[in-house]
């Protein structure tokens, strides 16, 4: 079994942010690979990416780059009003 997740490092301790489908004592081998971006900034990318992939799922096509960009220069509705709007509905 292969399963990757997020860790984090502290106190001397390698720390997941998930947990893990292990027996208690059970013996694992670990591949550290170095997260360049900043911890919030990955977890953030990770739940968005993990999200448009569920909005995916069942879809016959997805639109390529030019059809996304055709259809979005078509549309005359100010987005950064739609996003104040969202905001401001949070508070």
Known sequence: MTTRVEAV???GVLRTLAPLPLAEHQRVMVTVT???ASPERSHLDAVFVEEARKGIRGVDRVPSLEEVRELVSKDESSWAAAVI???EDRF
Do not use: I, V
Request: charged share 35%; aromatic share 12%.
């Open 9 to 11: 490092y502290e106190n």
């Open 34 to 36: 170095l997260d360049s």
């Open 85 to 87: 709007a969202q905001r």
